[in-house]
């Protein structure tokens, strides 16, 4: 892509949403529609039901903001409907609907389609990691580049963070989600395969994930532990 001129005409703009739109790479992001009481259990039963909505929020601003001038094709499944009035910028971000009993199948099938639509990189994060950045993700996708597969593994026993340029069916069954065993497992289906193997890094599950972390301080003035 080359380089523009600080003087950038309308021309220009429309040339670089095109180039954006015809990338190969694929991120795909996991988000669950932000509502009280709703995601982040295990968080709220410690903060609180508002501010584990609040800082779901945080993370989801965060998510646009490290995603929004990525160069790949984004696309954000919803858990439950797609909002079109939100902070997922609707010229930025293709928005879906997330299908499937279980999460597995789900992320199967949004890898699934974008195979089927022909892309070669497919990345897929979650929604709530302040640890993660813009370069992280072009990181992942330069990974790519000399390996089928990449992981982003989680101090939890998951992983933040998922790629591949062919499709693995294995990886997504026979997984206990949401558990310190699926990194584990998820690894152990790709022994045979050329996997890169990214930083490891904290998402945001519990209380203890974020009490230390000076960004989460204003939503945490009330806890008093």
Same mark, same amino acid.
Do not use: C
């Given at each position: 892509?080359?380089?523009?001129?600080?003087? #950038?005409?309308?021309?220009?703009? #429309?040339?670089?949403?095109?180039?954006?739109?015809?990338?190969?790479?694929?991120?795909?992001?996991?988000?669950?529609? $932000?509502?009280?009481?709703?995601?982040?259990?295990?968080?709220?039963?410690?903060?609180?039901?508002?501010?584990?909505?609040?800082?779901?929020?945080?993370l989801l601003n965060?998510?646009?903001?490290?995603? #929004?001038?990525?160069?790949?094709?984004?696309?954000?499944?919803?858990?439950?409907?797609?909002?079109?009035?939100?902070?997922?910028?609707?010229?930025?971000?293709?928005?879906?609907?997330?299908?499937?009993?279980?999460?597995?199948?789900?992320?199967?099938?949004?890898?699934?389609?974008g195979f089927q639509?022909?892309?070669?990189?497919?990345?897929?994060?979650?929604?709530?990691?302040?640890?993660?950045?813009?370069?992280?993700?072009?990181?992942?996708f330069k990974a790519?580049?000399?390996?089928?597969?990449?992981?982003?593994?989680?101090?939890?026993?998951?992983?933040?963070?998922?790629?591949?340029?062919?499709?693995? $069916?294995?990886?997504?069954?026979?997984?206990?989600?949401?558990?310190?065993?699926?990194?584990?497992?998820?690894?152990?289906?790709?022994?045979?395969?050329?996997?890169?193997?990214? #930083?490891?890094?904290?998402?945001?599950?519990?209380?203890?994930?974020?009490?230390?972390?000076?960004?989460?301080? $204003?939503?945490?003035?009330?806890?008093?532990?």
């Amino acid at each position: 892509m080359g380089i523009l001129q600080n003087n #950038k005409t309308e021309k220009d703009e #429309k040339i670089i949403d095109f180039t954006l739109a015809n990338s190969n790479n694929l991120l795909l992001i996991f988000t669950r529609n $932000p509502e009280l009481g709703k995601g982040k259990r295990r968080l709220a039963a410690t903060v609180g039901d508002q501010a584990a909505l609040n800082i779901y929020k945080f993370l989801l601003n965060h998510t646009v903001a490290i995603t #929004k001038n990525l160069y790949a094709v984004k696309q954000v499944y919803y858990s439950e409907e797609i909002w079109e009035n939100d902070i997922w910028d609707n010229q930025k971000f293709d928005k879906k609907v997330q299908i499937g009993e279980d999460l597995g199948i789900r992320m199967a099938n949004a890898f699934q389609e974008g195979f089927q639509n022909h892309y070669q990189k497919i990345i897929i994060i979650g929604s709530d990691m302040l640890d993660l950045s813009q370069e992280d993700l072009e990181n992942a996708f330069k990974a790519l580049e000399k390996n089928d597969f990449v992981v982003g593994p989680a101090e939890d026993g998951g992983y933040y963070l998922l790629g591949m340029k062919k499709f693995m $069916p294995a990886l997504f069954k026979s997984k206990t989600w949401g558990t310190a065993t699926v990194l584990k497992d998820t690894l152990a289906d790709l022994e045979q395969e050329s996997t890169a193997l990214l #930083k490891t890094k904290n998402d945001v599950d519990y209380y203890e994930d974020i009490k230390d972390i000076d960004a989460f301080k $204003p939503f945490l003035k009330h806890i008093n532990l």
